[in-house]
């Protein structure tokens, strides 16, 4: 990949009004995207219905929109991909990739705990066994080599996913899309070369790299920004009385995730000043691309 190729995008899920958080990830996948002279598209993660509030995906949009942050092409919403993810999971079915599994999450944290393991890893419970008709996921199997890769702002990070996740789902017992597959299988055809997003996302990356590999899709470059906590250290978020965006001031809200992400405010007064003087101080700061 050459960054004359770039194409970034920011994919919001639909839980509520975009905050301080959601605006730092879109303003540095925005920036990136600008400074490198590359495409930025939005895609709506809608593929979790009981998670998602009404309205909320127009009024994120709506917000971009006042902040200028504008994408290349017109939105695109996952619920609408089933079709893409299907040929994706007959693809790692054929391959052998893929099993039922009957556990719950409760049954997954009381197997992990009787074996010493972190509570988020899921042992292998049914990796070979036969799972009886019903409702059941479907996980993938995972490698016992560590994956590894550079990430733009965090440098090398690598993790042993049997070890440290273990099989993970790719569709869930309800039917509902894993969030692993569809943003992998989406971002491969969008053909999106670099990820811009939060560092709570980081320790995913590993997994993404796995199912980008069985797929035989391309891995993009990645970069991962702090994240914006709340009083009481936790990750801003809806769950975490994370407020609204004030669209009253866009260019008060623009500085605030401008100032979060390492850089002086820029004294600019209005959007189109702020974004203008920011893409220049973005240039360079993570170095020259590299495929």
């Keep these: 990949m050459s960054a004359g190729l770039y194409c970034g995008r920011f994919a919001p899920s639909p839980t509520g009004p975009l905050h ?20 930025w598209l939005v895609r709506i993660e809608d593929i979790d219905p009981p998670r998602e509030e009404a309205g909320a995906a127009r009024a994120q949009l709506a917000a971009l929109a006042a902040l200028a942050l ?3 092409q017109p939105p695109v919403f996952q619920s609408g991909h089933s079709d893409r993810y299907l040929k994706a999971l007959a693809r790692l079915q054929a391959a052998g990739q893929v099993y039922r599994c009957g556990c719950s999450r ?3 944290e009381r ?3 009787r074996l010493g393991l972190p509570l988020n890893v899921y042992a292998g419970t049914c990796r070979d066994r036969t799972v009886a008709a019903g409702p059941a996921g479907l996980r993938v199997r995972v490698p016992t080599e560590e994956v590894v890769f550079v990430d733009r702002a965090c440098g090398p990070f690598s993790q042993q996913l049997e070890r440290e996740v273990g099989d993970f789902l790719v569709r869930r017992a309800d039917g509902l899309w894993a969030y692993q597959l569809a943003v992998v299988v989406d971002d491969g055809a969008q053909a999106i070369t670099d990820v811009v997003r939060g560092a709570d996302l980081l320790d995913n990356t590993p997994r993404q790299i796995h199912l980008q590999r069985l797929l035989q899709l391309p891995t993009p470059r990645y970069l991962h920004v702090p994240v914006v906590l709340n009083a009481d250290g936790e990750k801003l978020s809806k769950q975490t009385g994370a407020a609204p965006l004030d669209l009253s001031d866009p260019v008060a809200q623009l500085e605030r995730a401008w100032r ?5 405010a820029t004294g600019t007064a209005t ?13 360079g700061r993570w170095g020259p691309l590299v495929p």
């Design 20 to 39: 301080l958080g959601s605006l730092v990830a879109a303003l540095a996948s925005w920036l990136d995207a600008r400074s490198h002279r590359g495409r």
């Design 70 to 72: 504008v994408p290349d």
């Design 106 to 108: 409760t049954a997954v």
């Design 111 to 113: 197997e992990a705990a």
């Design 260 to 264: 979060h992400l390492g850089f002086a």
């Design 271 to 283: 959007v189109a000043e702020f974004l203008s003087h920011a893409v220049r101080a973005w240039q």
